[in-house]
């Protein structure tokens, strides 16, 4: 079955640390995206790439970096330069040049 | 400034009747237009569509209507289930970049 497998599900981190999230996708797509979602908001941008080896800031992109070394993966790394990091993130991809994106199940991720 | 908006929190409908969802933008260069629906702790998942060039979409239940000159689309599910009660995004963008609406919580109600 194609999709796309966030890892993972729920994640906990202490403060003052960095923390990767995983993001794979098995679609073929060219376009990988990372959101951010805090209750009762919508989906923000952080990053996104639409090829192997390149990416562009989104619109909250401070304290948030990725890589983008394989098409399948975009793994997104929240650092302790983030001041508000507990938010549910979400993974997404597209065709190039179509606008419908798949989503992965999210991940939850709290400070403690 | 928040470029897409949904300005109705929430909406209760009964079951069979008609649910009339709203989102306005304020960017004229938005190309595409889309509804996403989500369930608590899920990805969203994606419903209908419509480029710039219509002004109406339908799938199934669901129509999508795009007033250009009102800068404001509308998702109409006909009839409503119990199972569509979740929560709806409204999505608009181009160059395959979207810009996200905060959601409204849809309830169904048997």
């Known amino acids: 079955d194609g999709g796309i497998t966030q890892s993972p599900k729920y994640l906990f981190r202490k403060e003052g640390q960095n923390v990767t999230l995983s993001c794979e996708q098995n679609l073929n797509h060219d376009a990988m995206y990372w959101y951010r979602q805090d209750p009762g908001q919508g989906l923000r941008l952080i990053y996104y790439s639409q090829i192997v080896n390149d990416f562009q800031k989104g619109d909250i992109a401070e304290g948030y970096s990725v890589s983008r070394e394989k098409k399948e993966s975009f793994p997104l790394t929240v650092t302790s330069a983030q001041k508000n990091p507990t938010a549910f993130y979400l993974c997404?991809?597209?065709?190039?040049?179509?606008?419908?994106?798949?989503f992965g199940q999210g991940t939850r991720l709290t400070v403690v | 400034d928040q470029q897409v908006k949904q300005n109705s929190p929430s909406l209760s409908v009964q079951e069979g009747r008609i649910s009339i969802l709203n989102c306005d933008y304020t960017?004229?260069?938005?190309?595409?237009f889309l509804w996403y629906k989500k369930y608590p702790a899920e990805g969203p998942t994606f419903l209908i569509s419509?480029?710039?060039?219509?002004d109406k979409n339908e799938d199934g239940r669901f129509t999508v209507f795009l007033n250009k000159s009102a800068k404001h689309l509308s998702l109409h599910i006909v009839p409503s289930q119990p199972g569509d009660s979740a929560v709806y995004f409204c999505?608009?963008?181009?160059?395959?970049?979207?810009?996200f609406g905060d959601g409204t919580t849809l309830t169904v109600k048997p």
């Open positions: 960017n004229s260069m938005f190309d595409y």
């Open positions: 419509i480029s710039s060039i219509k």
């Open positions: 997404a991809s597209t065709v190039s040049g179509w606008t419908e994106a798949f």
């Open positions: 999505a608009a963008g181009q160059t395959g970049k979207s810009t």
